[in-house]
């Protein structure tokens, strides 16, 4: 039976892992893979696992406690979720409407836009932080203004952290909001319209709840991304404990002179990490 | 094959060494003589040595090292110096981790200690430069910072390296002999964030090396300060035990430490050891 | 059901629906009055949901003009025209059950909450779905989600009601019931009807006129009756099942322009179609000796599909139709593609006009 759900089911289902499902089911449809197939994927599982393996075996389990309750652990893991909490929320209210903007609106030079709200994806984060600092340092072409007029100077502080952190994160936002748009009907917002919704009311009361999912997504991604973020952070807001220091900061600087702290902290980012994956896997595989 | 070849020739290599270690000791201020001891070094020596000599250097060490490999691949035709440049932990940790390389020169003994202590050098490190450090300002010095006191001076905002890094270690020593307490904005991954701070106008003061105020230029001005008498760092530098090189190994310690060497060091900004 | 206009203020649509796209072009007029549904039949591609996009403001239109009750509404934006649709598909919010889906737009229009609701349960409780009213729409069968979209599109209260394929979506047994739903339905409606459909049963059983629409142009208009009677053209034919030929009459005789004559009871002269039901087409194996039918053919069966309970044969030779017969029938004559045969039509079963 046809019904008018299944479009917006199919954008969902990506998201839910279906085709993921999908392509287990098809490999271990009992044919059994190809060598030329097994060997490189089998090497490429061992390649992504063992170094995480390699961090829990010389993980110093046994001064485990003592590192890991320190203050300054703490400090830094508090602030990490923060920080990237906040960074996913500004992501999620600038974001949102630009992915809205490249997937609903023709507009000359669109394709443009969508490159450059995307090149921090690929972009070194310390070019990132580099950038920032030209354009919001105290010194920048828009910082300066912010400094005369308001007194608001963003390096060194932990809205500085949020800043570069919303930088590096906010592109996997877009893109995936983006993506989600493009895959949702956008007849749903032509029907809102029938019914006398303005184009603002339609996405918010049609669109919004339709992408959720997506949004949620994105908003994982992107907080995942804000978590780990190293060389925006540190090249704009600096490295100061409590404040602008965040748990890869953390983990980098005590590389250079206790690499056992290092792999301790390590491991609470990866246990954070895998934490949040594993949350999440479970409400999508639930939804809908 | 080359390696054997190059064995039979290292009493002569030896000899060179001598000499050249004899005219650094000598110290001669007069660059018609250092020129005239480099063109003995070269002749006894430019056609014995050929290959490549792989030096892991700090980061520090990078304009004025840049400078001697040029005058060492001029001096002996046939070899080429590659340098890899950064931050000492890091390339005592690649070192250790089995990088080839040829020469190690450090930012710290702390560092260099990491190295020898994995086995991983020949001989006794030797101590080639000291670095001193030094308040690195705004240009024209706007906030009048005269000492490490007025760094403590509210509203100011100053960078220091990590205490991880050598260079926030010293910096820590400096502000101890003085009893200061500083609360920085920032402490940077290594001293050449920290000069970049000052440089983008960021922070208003850094406490950097001399020889990292003497490469910024005219971007930042330096303000020396007597507590950095505490806070010296010295600078080794040693052959692997693993070097391919070993004949251009050596001869390019002995520029290091020749007066010539010396020279360029000191023009960087860097102290005599 | 045809309600006179009022005197002064011209109600109803009046419309000229041009909207250029690459090649394509729509070229359509369209007058209807209050209380009248009309249906916009034609195939697939032909533009009819293109007119119908324009109607609601989701196209633009190239040029024409669009006026619903005396007011000109070409400019206006879709959320502010008095028009309600319903979609193919339906389109019911997913995320909203079946009343806050029919509150949607009494919201939209500044209800409060209480109210829009109110008057949704009101909707759903006139189309019989008050026990449905909190179901979200994946757990509605098709039939209750279309009346669900045909109560959020009457809940505006609009003058201008649009149905685009409104059973398509539906499978055999529940179109049938939901068809004569939503015929009483529009009959109940007071303003502006106007239906896209490519099945001309719909067309028929739920329009009081159809606008035939080919390629971007109405190439027919009619009552349900006199176009099913008097098709012009092959696709509206072949839609109401007809053989349809067209010839230059002359007496009982139409002669066709690719040779063969058909001859009718009706008597004519000029331009003329001719058309015969595929029933009314008998075949024989062999010439039929002394038969008194005198419109005889030798064709060659080009295929075979059933057709219900009936096979129909199409055939092609000297002149091309279509034939329904028997499943006996056709064993009995042992048909099969390339099979040669006779076949037959009573001059009483054809039927001409003029063009």
């Not at chain 1, 920048?140 to 952290?161: H, K, M, Y």
């Not at chain 1, 925006?232 to 600087?253: D, K, S």
């Not at chain 3, 739903?181 to 106007?194: C, I, K, S, T």
Request: net charge neutral; glycine share 8%.
């Amino acid at each position: 039976m046809t019904r008018p759900t299944d479009r917006s089911g199919a954008a969902a289902d990506t998201l839910r892992g279906g085709p993921r499902r999908r392509r287990v089911r098809t490999g271990g449809g009992g044919r059994g893979a190809p060598l030329p197939l097994l060997v490189p994927a089998l090497i490429g599982v061992a390649f992504l696992v063992v170094p995480l393996i390699a961090l829990l075996v010389r993980a110093p389990w046994r001064s485990l406690p003592t590192l890991l309750t320190s203050a300054e652990v703490w400090q830094a893991l508090q602030l990490s979720l923060v920080c990237a909490t906040a960074a996913t929320a500004v992501s999620l209210v600038i974001g949102v409407p630009l992915a809205w903007l490249l997937a609903r609106v023709e507009f000359p030079g669109r394709g443009l836009v969508r490159a450059l709200v995307t090149l921090p994806l690929v972009l070194p984060p310390v070019v990132g932080g580099v950038a920032l600092l030209m354009a919001l340092g105290r010194n920048g072409i828009v910082g300066r203004s912010l400094d005369s007029w308001f007194g608001i100077t963003l390096p060194f502080t932990t809205a500085g952290v949020v800043v570069a952190e919303a930088f590096v994160a906010m592109p996997f936002l877009v893109i995936s909001v983006e993506g989600t748009l493009r895959a949702a009907d956008p007849r749903f917002e032509e029907a809102a319209a029938t019914l006398g919704a303005s184009r603002f009311t339609a996405f918010r009361r049609v669109t919004l709840p339709l992408i959720a999912p997506g949004i949620a997504a994105g908003a994982v991604l992107a907080w995942a991304r804000a978590l780990g973020e190293f060389g925006a952070t540190i090249t704009f807001a600096g490295n100061f404990p409590g404040r602008t220091q965040t748990m890869p900061l953390a983990v980098y600087l005590a590389l250079q002179s206790d690499p056992e702290a290092a792999i301790a902290l390590s491991l609470v980012l990866l246990a954070v990490s895998v934490a949040v994956l594993a949350g999440l896997r479970d409400r999508w595989m639930t939804a809908g | 094959m080359t390696r054997t070849a190059r064995r039979t020739r290292r009493p002569m290599q030896v000899a060179a060494l001598g000499a050249t270690v004899l005219l650094a000791l000598s110290a001669c201020s007069s660059s018609d003589d250092s020129s005239s001891a480099k063109s003995d070094s070269s002749a006894s020596a430019s056609d014995k040595l050929s290959g490549t000599v792989t030096v892991f250097a700090a980061a520090s060490l990078k304009e004025s090292f840049t400078t001697l490999g040029e005058q060492f691949e001029k001096e002996h035709p046939g070899t080429k110096v590659t340098f890899s440049f950064g931050g000492s932990d890091s390339l005592a940790a690649s070192i250790t981790g089995g990088a080839p390389a040829d020469v190690f020169a450090s930012a710290s003994p702390k560092t260099m200690k990491i190295v020898t202590d994995a086995g991983d050098a020949t001989g006794t490190p030797a101590t080639f430069v000291r670095n001193q450090l030094e308040i690195a300002t705004l240009p024209g010095n706007p906030d009048k910072i005269a000492s490490l006191k007025d760094l403590t001076k509210s509203g100011l905002k100053v960078v220091l390296c990590d205490k991880e890094v050598p260079c926030g270690a010293a910096a820590q020593k400096a502000l101890d002999a003085g009893k200061l307490k500083l609360t920085p904005v920032s402490y940077e991954q290594d001293v050449k964030s920290a000069l970049t701070k000052v440089e983008l106008k960021e922070a208003d003061a850094a406490v950097v090396y001399k020889t990292d105020v003497h490469a910024a230029g005219d971007k930042v001005e330096g303000v020396d300060f007597p507590e950095s008498a505490n806070a010296i760092n010295e600078y080794p530098i040693v052959q692997l035990k693993d070097a391919q090189n070993t004949e251009a190994a050596k001869a390019f310690i002995a520029l290091v430490q020749s007066a010539a060497g010396q020279q360029v060091l000191t023009e960087a900004g860097f102290l005599k050891p | 059901m045809h309600k006179a206009p009022a005197d002064t203020v011209p109600e109803g649509l009046d419309a000229r629906l041009v909207v250029e796209r690459g090649a394509f072009r729509l070229d359509v007029a369209l007058s209807v009055a209050p209380g009248e549904v009309v249906a916009l039949l034609g195939p697939n591609g032909a533009g009819k949901t293109t007119a119908l996009r324009a109607l609601a403001g989701l196209s633009q239109l190239t040029e024409g003009h669009l006026r619903l009750d005396g007011t000109a509404l070409e400019r206006t934006p879709p959320e502010s025209r008095p028009v309600g649709v319903v979609f193919q598909d339906y389109l019911l919010f997913p995320h909203l059950t079946a009343l806050d889906n029919v509150a949607f737009g009494p919201r939209c229009q500044g209800a409060s909450k209480a109210e829009a609701r109110a008057q949704a349960a009101e909707w759903l409780d006139r189309l019989g779905l008050t026990d449905h009213a909190g179901a979200k729409p994946r757990k509605l069968s098709g039939g209750q989600a279309q009346r669900v979209a045909l109560a959020r599109a009457l809940a505006t209260s609009p003058r201008l009601l649009l149905l685009d394929e409104p059973l398509a979506a539906l499978d055999a047994r529940t179109r049938l019931e939901v068809r004569a739903q939503l015929r009483r339905h529009l009959a109940e409606f007071e303003a502006v009807a106007v239906l896209v459909t490519h099945d001309p049963l719909d067309a028929m059983v739920l329009a009081d006129r159809l606008v035939v629409v080919e390629d971007g142009r109405v190439v027919q208009e009619g009552t349900p009756s006199d176009i099913a009677r008097h098709p012009r053209t092959d696709y509206i034919a072949q839609l109401v099942g007809l053989n349809l030929y067209r010839g230059e009459a002359n007496g009982h005789t139409v002669r066709l322009d690719t040779g063969p004559a058909i001859t009718t009871t009706e008597t004519l002269s000029g331009p003329a179609f001719v058309a015969f039901p595929p029933s009314a087409v008998t075949l024989y194996r062999d010439r039929p000796t002394g038969a008194s039918a005198r419109n005889l053919w030798r064709c060659e069966v080009a295929g075979l599909e059933t057709h219900g309970d009936q096979i129909r044969a199409d055939l092609t030779g000297e002149l091309p139709l279509a034939a329904d017969l028997t499943t006996v029938a056709a064993a009995e004559l042992g048909l099969h593609p390339g099979a040669e045969i006779w076949a037959a039509v009573k001059a009483a079963q054809t039927h001409a006009y003029p063009v």
